[in-house]
Each structure stands twice: as C-alpha cells, then as structure tokens.
C-alpha cells in the first residue's frame, strides 16, 4: 500500500490493528485524507497518554507525541469516527519485556473499563461498529505458541458490547486461509496484510455505507 495508487481506493476512514510503521500510517492518512483510528501492537513502541488539556505525558511530565501524526489511538477508549463506532484494545498477550503487553489479568480490568467507556457514551443498546484490537481472542484465530495466545477478556467485550465487526491483526497468514468468525451478530476478520470492507453504521436507520480500509 505504500505507493501514490492508493489513493484509488477512496476510503472513508482508515483502521490499523498495531505493528505497522508509523511513517507508513502517516503516508497513508496524508495521502488518503480520511481520518485514522489505530491501536497499538506489541512491536510499536509504548503510546504516550495525554491529559485534559490535550498534552503528552510521560512519567508525569509533558513530551514529543510518539504516534502516527492526527492518528486517533482508541486502545482502552471509544470514538465515533466518520460516523462509525468504535472501541479498542491494544498490545497482546504478555511473553517477554516491552511495550503493550499485558497479562490475562491486566486485560480483564481493561476490558471491564472499556465496557463501560463504550456505554457511557453509546448507551447500553446503541450499539458498536468495530471492535479494534491487536490481538484475537482467545481461540478464535490465535495461535498455540506464547506470542500468539489470544485474549481471555475478549470474548467478555464480544458479549457485552456485541460489535458488528472485529478486527484484529497479530497473526500473520503466512500463506494459511485466515477465515471470518463470527460469534453471535459479531464477525472476526484478521486483516493482515490489509482489506477494504463496506460498513453499515449500527448507530443509523439510513442505508449509507462507510469505506473502511483496515490493516
């Protein structure tokens, strides 16, 4: 996708599921013009958090952003976005020493809070668009080794927040069918490398659809 031709594509919005550089994000939101909504993966390096007033904080003192430039990071948060809506969760499973990773247990708090952001905001039966993340869910797409467990909470958020999709990366293909999964109203895609879908808003009545390019 790094090349000017993407720019065929038009999308609506673009969705990055972590571990992709993020000179390659800038690229593409400069080149596309359309908002873009990502979370972070265990190979990004840590996303600084920023306070009320809109500055980056590291060890309580303001810094330089680390993160794809206008990019919106919704690891642990909600956003509407070009009429989609949309919770995330970042990083995987904890197997070595670094950034965005984090234990079953540390994911389980997570979850519950971004269940609560998302009925906050949305209300209880107003429904989500995507749910972003970086890592599967436990069994449904992940792998046996230990950098590829997937993630307990999850199917906690798929049942309490019952999105229409789910995407995730982490996984690579390497050749082997990845296929959809779906778990109640919600389907699964892992968009590794990358994939354009068509996207009904569940927040309207109307037949618009959004472009979304994910990856």
């Known amino acids: 996708m790094y090349s000017p031709s993407v720019q ?14 993020w000179d390659y994000l800038d690229f593409l939101e400069s080149s596309l013009n359309v908002p873009l909504v990502f979370v972070p993966g265990n ?27 206008g990019g919106i990071n919704v690891d642990g948060t909600v956003a509407e976005v070009a009429g989609l809506r949309i919770a995330g969760l970042g990083g995987c499973v904890r197997y070595r020493p670094g950034p965005n990773q984090y234990s079953q247990r540390q994911y389980a708090w997570k979850a519950r809070r971004l269940v609560r952001k998302a009925r906050r905001a949305f209300g209880r039966d107003s429904g ?17 080794d230990r950098p590829h467990v997937g993630v307990h909470a999850l199917h906690r958020v798929l049942a309490e927040l019952q999105p229409r999709w ?19 109203r919600t389907t699964i895609r892992n968009v590794v490398p990358w994939k354009i879908m068509e996207i009904e808003p569940a927040s309207t009545i109307s037949t618009e659809h959004r472009t979304v390019l994910s990856g």
């Open 43 to 69: 190979h990004d390096p840590e996303v600084e958090k920023k306070n009320r007033s809109g500055l980056c904080m590291r060890d309580g003192m303001p810094c330089s952003s680390v993160q794809p430039y």
């Open 128 to 144: 989500i668009d995507i749910l972003l993340t970086h890592a599967p869910p436990f069994g449904l797409g992940d792998e046996q």
């Open 166 to 184: 789910h995407l995730h990366g982490h996984i690579h293909p390497y050749g082997v069918a990845r296929p959809d999964r779906q778990v109640g």
């Open 8 to 21: 065929t594509i038009k999308p609506d919005l673009i969705v990055a599921a972590g571990d992709l550089p």
